[in-house]
């Protein structure tokens, strides 16, 4: 990771003005994030979750979709995320699958937890076999439910992500 | 996990129907999923990542926003979700912020991998340290990005989730 930019650090107060906004104006929950190519800010966003009845709705999440949408692109290439916390799992994969260049973030999950939210529960139940999880999660197979996948290989239209 | 039931069963294999009809129409990836209270299906969906330009629409991520705004609340209580494959980290984020009563899947994570979907890999990336990341984590701190949290703990309208 390369050192930190007082370009970088503005970016970074910015996303956490959206999250003490959006908590001022009952969004939801404290939390903020803007994505910037080229020293633009293409997408931002704070946690809307309760506001709009959308459990996805954080505001990294909120930010991506914009950002993609200004690209017209489903890939962040070259972009850089600024968060006002550390991403939660969701957020973080979401992060993997729309691959920006990097991420700075401005507080912790432990501080989120600190706030009454669960980031850190998720992350261990990540790490929990899949029997001893809260949400029980169970796996059911039949050869023909591997249909998709082989309509997918055989697809000559197919675009991957 | 209770015993899968025929009526579970019709259902995986309407979410498999879903992600089979997605890649015969250009919508993404082959992925589908249906969420389902008191045997209604109240959401539904297929991945549209690349008709969408939108890197958060996967199956389980359509299904939840639609079930959510069906019902008015983010959260879905007493819900089953079937999914055609085992959720990526993302979806599975989700899902805990969601809280459905259980998930019931009918293909893994490797088997998405082995279609080319970095599934396997984000799990991966999930339990390496964050300097091994292969998008780079920074970390930057001061006092007042906790500000958020401050306006958040001090609210007296603020809605947990």
């Given at each position: 990771m390369n050192k930190i930019t007082?370009?970088?650090i503005s970016f970074l107060r910015q996303a956490v003005a959206l999250a003490e906004?959006?908590?001022?104006?009952?969004?939801?929950?404290?939390?903020?994030?803007?994505?910037?190519?080229?020293?633009q800010i293409i997408g931002k966003g704070c946690n809307r979750v309760t506001s709009s009845n959308d459990p996805t709705a954080h505001a990294e999440i909120v930010a991506i979709r914009e950002a993609c949408a200004s690209l017209g692109d489903f890939q962040l290439s070259g972009c850089?995320?600024?968060?006002?916390?550390?991403?939660?799992?969701?957020?973080l994969g979401a992060i993997y699958w729309a691959r920006p260049e990097r991420v700075w973030?401005?507080?912790?999950r432990?501080?989120?937890?600190a706030a009454g939210f669960d980031d850190a529960f998720?992350?261990?139940?990540?790490?929990?076999?899949?029997?001893d999880r809260s949400i029980p999660f169970g796996?059911?197979?039949?050869?023909?439910?591997?249909?998709?996948?082989?309509?997918?290989?055989?697809?000559?239209?197919?675009?991957?992500?």
């Open positions: 007082e370009t970088d906004e959006g908590v001022r104006n009952s969004q939801g929950g404290p939390f903020g994030c803007l994505i910037v190519k080229d020293n850089t995320v600024y968060t006002s916390c550390e991403p939660c799992p969701m957020c973030f401005a507080t912790t432990d501080d989120a937890a998720i992350y261990a139940e990540l790490a929990v076999p899949m029997k796996f059911y197979h039949q050869e023909e439910f591997l249909t998709p996948f082989h309509v997918w290989a055989g697809s000559t239209r197919k675009e991957g992500y």
